[in-house]
């Protein structure tokens, strides 16, 4: 089940990255424009019907690239794509002190969707770059920069990988990949799943339209979603997270954690407790495992709460078939559950 699911999260958050690649892959740039010569810092690209790809990566020659579909991603002649161009937009690439900008319009309000053509942008650059990125047609993909990074499409997914400072993306069109990446990351969608592997420092992800798999974070994470589950591995630090749309399944958590559910079940596998522990399932069951050894200060309330071993010799408080209140090795971190309707199952390894 926890396969099926991860392939799930990774296809809705990848394929329309996928798609593009392949078709750059397979196809000859339209034009390509050298920055050779250009000490880039920043990045403005601005298109409406095309996908964005911006790489930092090193030994690649600075240049944009220019790839050109047509209609249901056929192919154009040269002789056929100027024709339109003329007619219905204006590309444009330019270079002002150390920022190059790529825009790709309509010219008309409107046009005749037989006629339509995809713009799409790919651009080498050095490493410490910045970046403005938009497009409503297609996924963007950013990788191996650092720098200040702002996107949005509402007609794709959104593929990040090796980025370091401030990352802020938007899509209403697909799902989410973040891996590798750190400082301060805010990526939303209402279209698709989010997956975030490998990431520190201060990460906020929500998404009304699909489920969450998070795994190997550090840091202070908020992450929410009303349209699937949420999966955790491997967290370091302080996490939030909540759903509306399905169940939460946490494992190897070494951190603050407070986690919500109103759509299934709750299962949180504690390493270690940091600050605070507080779970909420209002139709589901708990089921929790903590540490044997840690001080806390229990606060466990379901329809039963059952717990292994039976009966802790260093435990002092209330001990009833729905509720436990009271102290473990002395008391010390507060943890709080509480189960609406459904029962609390407590292990100590």
């Given at each position: 089940?926890i396969?099926?699911?991860?392939l799930?999260?990774?296809?809705v958050?990848?394929?329309?990255?996928?798609?593009?690649?392949?078709?750059n892959?397979?196809?000859?740039?339209?034009?390509?424009?050298?920055?050779?010569?250009?000490a880039?810092?920043?990045?403005?690209?601005?298109?409406?019907?095309?996908?964005i790809?911006?790489?930092?990566?090193?030994?690649?020659a600075?240049?944009?690239?220019?790839?050109?579909?047509?209609?249901?991603?056929?192919?154009?002649?040269?002789?056929?794509?100027?024709?339109?161009?003329?007619e219905?937009?204006?590309?444009?690439?330019?270079?002002?002190?150390?920022?190059v900008?790529?825009?790709a319009k309509?010219?008309?309000?409107?046009?005749?969707?037989?006629?339509?053509?995809?713009?799409?942008?790919?651009?080498?650059?050095?490493?410490?770059?910045?970046?403005?990125?938009?497009?409503?047609?297609?996924?963007?993909?950013?990788d191996?920069?650092?720098?200040?990074?702002?996107?949005?499409?509402?007609?794709?997914?959104?593929?990040?990988d090796?980025?370091?400072?401030?990352?802020h993306?938007?899509?209403?069109?697909?799902g989410?990949?973040?891996?590798?990446?750190?400082?301060?990351?805010?990526?939303?969608?209402?279209?698709?799943?989010?997956?975030?592997?490998?990431?520190?420092?201060?990460?906020?992800?929500?998404?009304?339209?699909?489920?969450?798999?998070?795994?190997?974070?550090?840091?202070?994470?908020?992450?929410?979603?009303?349209?699937?589950?949420?999966q955790?591995?491997n967290?370091?630090?302080?996490?939030?997270?909540?759903t509306?749309?399905?169940?939460?399944?946490?494992?190897?958590?070494n951190?603050?954690?407070?986690?919500?559910?109103?759509?299934?079940?709750?299962n949180?596998?504690?390493?270690?407790?940091?600050?605070?522990?507080?779970?909420?399932?209002?139709?589901?069951?708990?089921?929790?495992?903590?540490?044997?050894?840690?001080?806390l200060?229990?606060?466990?309330?379901?329809?039963?709460?059952?717990?292994?071993?039976?009966?802790?010799?260093?435990?002092?408080?209330e001990?009833?078939k729905?509720?436990?209140?009271?102290?473990?090795?002395?008391?010390?971190?507060?943890?709080?559950?509480?189960a609406?309707?459904?029962?609390?199952?407590?292990?100590?390894?």
């Amino acid at each position: 089940m926890i396969m099926k699911t991860y392939l799930i999260f990774f296809i809705v958050a990848c394929q329309s990255m996928v798609a593009l690649a392949q078709d750059n892959e397979k196809q000859t740039p339209y034009l390509t424009k050298s920055l050779a010569n250009n000490a880039i810092s920043s990045v403005v690209v601005n298109t409406s019907a095309g996908g964005i790809e911006v790489s930092g990566q090193s030994g690649q020659a600075p240049r944009v690239e220019v790839y050109i579909r047509g209609n249901n991603n056929r192919d154009l002649s040269k002789e056929e794509i100027r024709k339109r161009l003329d007619e219905d937009y204006d590309l444009s690439i330019t270079v002002t002190g150390h920022e190059v900008t790529a825009t790709a319009k309509n010219k008309h309000n409107f046009s005749n969707w037989r006629n339509q053509i995809s713009i799409s942008f790919k651009v080498y650059v050095p490493e410490q770059v910045s970046t403005n990125l938009k497009t409503s047609g297609g996924g963007i993909r950013l990788d191996n920069l650092k720098g200040n990074e702002n996107f949005s499409t509402s007609g794709g997914g959104l593929q990040i990988d090796r980025l370091t400072g401030t990352i802020h993306g938007r899509t209403s069109g697909g799902g989410i990949d973040v891996s590798n990446s750190s400082e301060d990351i805010d990526l939303e969608t209402s279209g698709g799943g989010i997956k975030a592997k490998n990431c520190s420092g201060t990460i906020k992800l929500e998404t009304s339209g699909g489920g969450l798999l998070l795994e190997d974070l550090k840091g202070k994470i908020t992450a929410h979603t009303s349209g699937g589950g949420v999966q955790g591995n491997n967290i370091e630090g302080e996490l939030i997270t909540g759903t509306s749309g399905g169940g939460i399944d946490l494992k190897g958590m070494n951190c603050s954690l407070d986690a919500s559910t109103s759509a299934g079940s709750l299962n949180a596998r504690m390493k270690h407790v940091g600050k605070y522990l507080k779970l909420n399932a209002s139709s589901g069951n708990i089921n929790l495992e903590l540490p044997l050894k840690q001080g806390l200060d229990l606060n466990l309330r379901g329809d039963r709460v059952n717990q292994h071993p039976f009966k802790l010799s260093d435990f002092s408080g209330e001990w009833d078939k729905d509720r436990i209140k009271g102290t473990v090795n002395g008391g010390g971190v507060p943890v709080s559950a509480d189960a609406s309707s459904g029962n609390i199952n407590v292990r100590f390894e």
